[in-house]
Structures are given as structure tokens and as C-alpha cells.
């Protein structure tokens, strides 16, 4: 509920304070008076996208307060907790309009968005007057506006789930197609590069153990006559033989000879025989090394060959010769998904068929109820159309397919046919003013029966009626008040007559300024208010007792 609202130094206002109450609240006063004025600061504190220069001449800004009473459940606490701002019984909004046309807002005591306002004010307050197109008379709210009726928040959520599934089933088919596209566009590469490194089986490591051999095996090349002849000059067998034979030869004379040189050659032969020893010991490992670099040059030519290829396919994909076999198995796993890619096309098919089916299902469900809100919806109205005198006008909730989409596949349209055996076409453009404000009055009975915590406000809703028919819109208009607080902009007695809290807007030139004052009204003004809008500005004896009458109707 609206407690209260504040505004300072807006346009003609430069201080109004006002406090409404439950239940029928009613704002009369002359043309030109204000009461759009106080309809504008409301918006203005509540974030609404309205006029820009609010400030009053003088003044350097403009500021609105706003005060609600909100019940432990009502939706705008969990706005708050999102927008992790106090929450509590009571809501307090403020908003600043500098002259330089700077806005600041708050929300308890918080800066905050504008945004955030926005947020809050959808459901906080509910505007609607003849001309307002962000409401009833926007078709494409209207589907929106039977879901909130017919409470089909499930239905609606598995709808959107199930296209949520289907888009992402659609994308994963895609993406497969696309990806087997692409691997079709280079079959013949996968299967000629997989046949050529699949023959030549690269092995990790490889390339530097092949080139090293090679290495060994040409320096060999270089080396090996060299060491054959230096085993030859040690143990040769040629006709003047090695130093192995020569130094036996030597030991052998020398020993014939020992007898007769009385020991004197015993040192030198002890010497020759450790020298044969050594000698014998380096021709081993001469002929070791002989032997190890013995090769076969049809070995050299092979391990060349092969290092070469192992290169060149190296040099051909762009990888390191040593990583051809990572590139062979990422080649056959390519081909490997080009050659299943029909099975899985076929289950990707298969799943996105089936997420097809869910959402045909989840939205045939969702249309089916909004269906069956529908008919409750035009029957309510047929009983609401009644009371407001329009009792052979047809209200009807008119169904057309649409493209698939998030929320089902039905465009939903309220339309009214306001004679018998006239076409009925869309609110907006069927019904004559008078008309129009009762159908609106009528829709918004319906579609706010549920609707708790909201102030509802009606600017002129009864524009172009009177008599009976503005009596009947008072009656509505006092109905709805029973489960939630409305307030009324009019210019009608029979609907201010109604109301349960009446204030009258005013306009005062004082020293050359016009402001605008606010003025609750007792019985006895509410009779002479009542009277003035029956009669005009001469108020006689019998339009006040006009006014009584209908005070007390």
C-alpha cells in the first residue's frame, strides 16, 4: 500500500505532503489543477521514463518521496534481497531531479538505479488510464497478461526449458554437421598422410638415435684404416712383423745369449717380457675397437634412407620428426569421426527429434492452458461487462499460431465486438472512449483479482461516461478496492461519490506564482466538491443535494 508521498519543488508543487489509506482513494479537481502533476511525481520516484524538466522555476532541485507498507510476502522484498538492499515492513524511496537535470535515487536509505526503481515499481503499482499503451492496450502484452491470469508459471517454465533443449540439441546437430563437413573437404588428405605414416611407422625418438648410428657410423668410415694400421704395427704378420714380434725376437736372442754375460742381461730381458705383456694387451683392444667398428654399408645406406623420410614427412606436415606419431594418431582419430560421423549424425538426429517432441508436447500443454484461462477470462468479463452497461458487447480472447519460440506458439489478442453482429477487432480500435474505459475497467477487475500489494491507480479511466454508466464504473472501481488500494484520477461525481478517501487538487496564484495544493476533504467539503462537479462554479442548494444523494447511494 502507498502510505504517503512527498513532493517538493516539482513544476507547480513546492511542498505537498500526502497520506493516503486503503481501500478507494479519489483526486478531483478542475482542469489544469495538478492532478497529472502528482501522477508525474509518482512515476518520477517510482524510475518511470516520464517528462525531464520537473523542477520548479527557482529551484534547484526537485525532490519526491515515496512511502509503501509492504506485507511479509510480497514480491518486492526478494527485488530487495537480489538487489542486496534492507527490506523491511516499511519501503522508502526517494529520488532528486537537480535543476541541471541530474538524478539521484534512493531505496531505504541506499543509492540506487534507476533500474532498480523500474524494478520495484512493476510491482508496486499498476498505472492505466484511456491512452496508455504500455498496458492492456498493447497486444503484445496481452499473452503475457493471460499467463499472469491463468497462473501458468509451470507450464511456462517447462516451455521454455524444452526450448532451451531443443536449441542446444539443434546447436550440437550443427556443430557435428559442420565439423563432418569440413573433415569430408579433406578425406582424401586424412587417408593419403594415415597410409604414408602408418607404412613408414615413426617411432618416438627415433629421429636422434637414427643420427647418432649415422654419425658413428661415418666417422667409422674415417678412423677404421687408421687403427688396422696401428694393429698391424703391433702385432703384424707381415715379413718384417709387428712390435709384438719384434720384441719376442729380441727376448729370444737375448736369452740365448744370457749364459755368457754373467746376469747382466736379466733387467733387460725382465723388461721386454713386461713390454710383450702390454703390447699383447693393446692389440686386444685394438682389435676390440677394429671389430666394433666393423659395419655393414648396406646398414648405413638403410639407416640414412629412413632418417631421410623420417625428415622429409616431417618438413611436409609442419612437425617435428620426433612427433610424427602424435600427428599419425590425431590423423586417425580424424578419420576415425569422418568414418563414424553418420552414426552420430543419425543419434544427434535422433536426440534432437526427441527434444523436438518435448517441446511440441510442453507447448501444446502451455497453449491448452491458456486456453482454458482464456474461457475463464472471457466468461469473468461477460460478468464484469454486465454491472458497467455494455451487457451485448463480446469480449474474446483471440488465439493465431506464431513461430515457435521460448514461450509456445500462440499470438494472444483481446478483442471485443461491442454490438451484436459487428466483427470484433482489437481493444484499441474497436471501442469509442466510453467504451474503452469500461472494457479496461472491466479487464483490470479480472486481471487484478489475484493480484496482492499492488496499488492500483486509474488516471480518468472514466473519460466519455456519465450517468448510470459512471455510476457503474464508481461501483467496479469500489469492488476492486476490496482487496487492494486504488486511487482515482476523475471528473466524474458519480465515481468520486464512491470513493472511501477523497482529496481535491487545487491551483492558487499567490503574488504572481501559480502552485498546486492538495486538500483532504471532510463530508461536508466532499458534498460542496461533488456539487461543483455536478453544477460547475456556481454551486446551488440543489446540486449539493444532488450531492448528497449520490454520497449516500
Known sequence: MLRSLDIRDVLIIDRLELGFRPGLNVLTGETGAGKS???DALGFVLGWRGRADLVRAGASAGEVVAVFDLPPDHPAHTILQEAGLPAGPELLLRRINSADGRKTAWINDRRVSGEVLRALSEV?????????????????????????????DAPLAATRAAWRDRAAARAALDRAEAALEGLRAEEDFLRHAVAELDKIAPEPGEEAALDTRRRQMQAAARVRA????????????????????????????????????????????????????????AAQGVEACLDALDFDPHELEAIEERLFALRGLGRKHGVAPDDLGGFAQELRARLAALDGGARDLAALRGALDDAQAGYDAAANALGDARRAAAARLDAMMAAELAPLRMERAVFTTLFEPTDPGPEGCDTVTFTVAT????????????????????FLLALKVCLTRDT????????????????????????????????AQVLVVTHSPQVAARGAHHWRVEKHVDAGVTTSRVTALDCAARVDEIARMLAGDTVTDAARAAARALLNG
Open 37 to 39: 502533476i502528482l501522477l
Open 124 to 152: 508496486l503499482v499498476e498505472l492505466h488510464g484511456q491512452h496508455d499503451d504500455r498496458g492492456l492496450l498493447n497486444p503484445r502484452g496481452h499473452r503475457r497478461l493471460l499467463d499472469s491470469f491463468g497462473n501458468l
Open 226 to 281: 687408421d687403427i688396422a694400421r696401428a694393429h698391424a704395427a703391433i702385432a703384424g704378420t707381415g715379413a718384417e712383423g709387428g712390435a709384438e714380434a719384434l720384441a719376442g725376437d729380441a727376448l729370444r736372442w737375448l736369452d740365448g745369449a744370457a749364459d755368457a754375460t754373467d746376469g747382466r742381461l736379466d733387467d733387460p730381458m725382465a723388461a721386454l717380457t713386461r713390454a710383450l705383456d702390454e703390447l699383447a694387451h
Open 419 to 438: 454490438n451484436p453482429g459487428a466483427p470484433a477487432g482489437p481493444l484499441n480500435k474497436i471501442a469509442s472512449g466510453g467504451e474503452l474505459s469500461r
Open 452 to 483: 496482492g500489494g499492488l496499488v492500483l491507480i486509474f488516471d480518468e479511466i472514466d473519460r466519455g461516461v456519465g450517468g448510470a454508466t459512471a455510476d457503474a464504473v464508481g461501483r467496479r472501481l469500489v469492488a476492486l478496492a476490496q482487496g
